[in-house]
């Protein structure tokens, strides 16, 4: 049974940074791509990041780039994101997904991801 765990999400000001860590199990975690998505209430959930099986390359969304970065660490079982100069419209839960994508447009899509985890919540305050 695949499992995935998030952590690292809570209350930050406006300019603040926060990690987020993704432990999974369950399966081999080096064999999979992993994304990292958020949802606000009320809309759809969005793609933030994306990085490949060996972490060779990874994918952002306009919204976040510059600011935030995807890492694995594939002895651990874990993805990470570094989320730098946090703005107020970053807030959401935010969740991480593994799957097997195949082409480089499939990583935004949720649909390329088999499991998600529980979510974490991230609050940005003005």
């Known amino acids: 049974q695949v499992q995935l765990v998030e952590s690292g999400g809570g209350l930050v000001q406006a300019g603040g940074s926060l990690r987020l860590s993704c432990a999974a199990s369950g399966r081999t975690f080096s064999s999979y791509s992993m994304g990292w998505f958020r949802q606000v209430p009320g809309k759809e959930r969005q793609f933030v990041a994306a990085?490949?099986?060996?972490?060779?390359?990874?994918y952002y969304a306009d919204s976040v780039k510059g600011r935030f970065t995807i890492s694995r660490d594939n002895a651990k079982n874990t993805v990470y994101l570094q989320m730098n100069s946090l703005k107020p419209e970053d807030t959401a839960v935010y969740y991480c997904?593994?799957?097997?994508?195949?082409?480089?447009?499939?990583?935004?899509?949720?649909?390329?991801?088999?499991?998600w985890g529980q979510g974490t919540q991230v609050t940005v305050s003005s």
């Open positions: 990085i490949r099986w060996n972490g060779g390359s990874t």
């Open positions: 997904a593994t799957g097997q994508a195949r082409r480089s447009e499939s990583y935004v899509r949720e649909s390329t991801y088999e499991y």
